[in-house]
């Protein structure tokens, strides 16, 4: 469809009325941020005014209030074939390739986020990191590098900051400076502003990879070895309740994801998530996520509460993506309650400190219970814990698997089974290491064994690289 004469907005009657206009930057945004438009723009140096001229037009012509209404492949198709008989009509000299660019960028600054949009949509591009208007660095392979995209100054990366936020009904400033969103792809974004960001807006964006990695992916990389993987996925199809623990971005979502596929698809399954981003595959999921107090402070509703309510919808298991505070409790009595299998992530460095970490957060649930009595839940509760690092190289690793075997007095148990040992640097800086097991036999084994899964004894001998 293209919109008709009568529904057409003069643009000034559309600023009159406050509509998206900030949707439509003013003036030209001259923009370094793709290498084939920086081409396009160094070999045609007129491109820019020509952009200036077409924008004014686009005002005119495109119904700003219906932009937001329409699809986004409608919205392509009628900004391309706009910009299209522009070029024909001005005899603009682009060949084809570049005629796309133009397009794209057209439509970018339109409906995307501006100088990000190619960062976003470059599929080898993990994180985008802004630090103010002229500072944007991307993970890439694992690594940090800066990029050549600026915005044009602190006002234009401050509108394309709220319109991230926008989609969870937000705005930042001075007031509240700093939110958490989602971006309509599934990227988590966090953004602070001014007076808490001293030189600028910092934004921090980490993309949903649209294909998780599967296990099988994830041994491929070397995150871990097929041995632990045989382990790890009869723990979970055998209803082991696992803990992935690890650092920011060490991969725990990643791993907790990839374990989840060893689930079987008979089973309901809940998941719960400050930001849905688990990607089950079976076919009974049920998603929830939390929701942040509105900017009354009001409305929030916690993974606690979550949890409590999922209990009351027959899950058989459920997947919380991180376990933070208070939930721990909750989740730890679904364990102990008939949801064997369920799984969690914590912020933690070793498998000792998760264990503790998670003492304080049952804590956090002020419930008149002694210490003894947290740890005999925990105790009871997992069986496995599985530790994940980045290491120096930016490699995510797994770096240890423990079993929680019971308690010892006032004391929770635990043996390692798998561990990554660390032997040196090559001259790339890449870390060298190796796989081993440690030689102990797993008491889930047995369990396992209950369950018609054998584990072969060869998996556990330390003599063995793995
Ligand atoms: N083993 C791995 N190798 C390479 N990249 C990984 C690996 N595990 C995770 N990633 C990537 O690292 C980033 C952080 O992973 P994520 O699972 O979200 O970490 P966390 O939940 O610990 O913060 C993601 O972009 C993810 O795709
Ligand atoms: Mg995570």
């Given at each position: 469809?293209r919109w008709g ?5 003069r643009?000034?009657e ?6 998206a206009?900030?949707l ?5 945004e ?13 070999s045609k140096p007129?491109?820019?005014d020509?952009?200036?001229k077409?924008?004014?037009q686009l ?16 919205l392509?198709?009628q900004?391309k074939q706009?910009?299209?008989?522009y070029?024909q009509?001005e005899?603009?000299?682009?060949n084809?390739?570049?005629l ?9 600054e ?5 100088p990000?949009e ?5 599929p080898?591009?993990?994180d985008i990191?802004?630090?103010g208007?002229?500072?944007?660095f991307?993970?890439?392979?694992g690594?940090l ?6 915005f044009?100054?602190?006002a234009?990366?401050l509108r394309?900051?709220?319109k ?9 400033d001075e007031?509240s ?5 989602r971006l309509?792809d599934?990227?988590r974004?966090?953004?602070a502003?001014?007076p808490?960001a001293v030189d600028?807006p910092?934004?921090?964006i ?5 294909r998780?990695?599967s ?6 990389i ?6 632990i993987?045989?382990?790890l ?5 055998g209803r082991m309740s696992?803990?992935?623990?690890g650092?920011?971005g060490?991969g725990?979502?990643?791993?907790l994801?990839a374990l989840s596929s060893y689930i ?9 998530e400050?930001a ?8 009974h ?5 939390t ?6 402070g009001k409305?929030?509703?916690r993974?606690?509460?979550l949890v409590?309510n999922a209990l009351?919808m027959?899950?058989d298991?459920?997947?919380?993506g991180?376990?933070r505070g ?10 102990n ?12 460095n070793?498998p000792r400190?998760?264990?503790k970490?998670?003492?304080?957060m049952v804590?956090m649930a002020s ?10 839940q925990i105790?009871?509760a997992?069986q496995?814990?599985v530790?994940l690092q980045?290491?120096?190289d ?6 240890s698997?423990?079993?929680i ?9 635990m043996q ?6 660390r032997e040196?640097?090559?001259?790339q800086?890449?870390?060298?290491g190796?796989?081993?097991?440690t030689g102990?036999?797993p008491k889930?084994a047995q369990?396992?064994?209950?369950h018609g ?9 330390p003599?063995?690289?793995l």
């Open positions: 469809m004469r009568s529904e057409r907005w643009a000034s559309a600023k009159s009325q406050g509509v206009l900030a439509m930057p003013k003036e030209p001259p923009k370094t941020e793709t290498k084939i438009y920086e081409e396009v723009v160094a007129t491109l820019i020509e952009k200036v077409l924008h004014g005002i005119e012509e495109f119904n700003l209030a219906l932009i937001e209404r329409v699809s986004p492949e409608d392509a198709r900004v706009f910009v299209t008989e070029v009509r005899r603009v000299p682009l084809q390739k570049e796309e660019a133009f397009s794209d960028e057209v439509l970018d339109m409906i995307g986020l501006g990000i190619p960062l976003l949509k470059d080898t591009v993990s990191l802004i630090n208007h002229m500072s944007v991307v993970e890439r392979f690594q590098e800066p990029t050549a995209t600026r044009k100054d602190e234009h990366l394309i900051v709220n991230m936020v926008a989609t969870i009904g937000r705005r930042v007031a400076p700093m939110v958490d969103a309509a599934g990227s974004v966090n953004v502003v001014r808490v600028g910092l934004v921090s980490r993309k949903f990879s649209k998780p990695f296990l099988d992916r994830l041994v491929e070397g995150a871990l070895k097929p041995a993987a045989e382990v996925t009869a723990a979970v199809s696992i803990i992935v623990s650092g920011t060490s725990k979502t990643t791993m994801n079987s698809p008979k089973e309901r399954l809940i998941t719960i400050d849905a981003e688990l990607q089950l595959q079976q076919p999921v049920a998603r929830m996520e929701r942040p107090p509105n900017i009354e409305g929030e509703i993974q606690r509460e409590k009351r027959r899950p298991r459920i997947i919380m991180e376990c208070e939930e721990a409790f909750d989740m730890l009595q679904a364990m309650t008939g949801h064997e299998g369920s799984m969690t992530t914590i912020h933690a070793n400190d998760a264990i970490r998670l003492e304080q804590g419930m008149p219970m002694s210490m003894g009595a947290i740890r005999g105790a009871s997992i496995i814990v530790q980045r290491l120096s930016g490699k995510r690793r797994l770096m698997v423990s079993e075997t019971g308690m010892e007095g006032e004391v929770i148990q390692e089974i798998f561990k990554y040992v040196g640097m090559d001259d800086n890449n870390v060298i190796s796989f081993r097991a102990v036999r889930f369990e396992l064994k209950s899964v054998d584990l072969p004894g060869h998996l556990f001998d003599t063995v690289v």
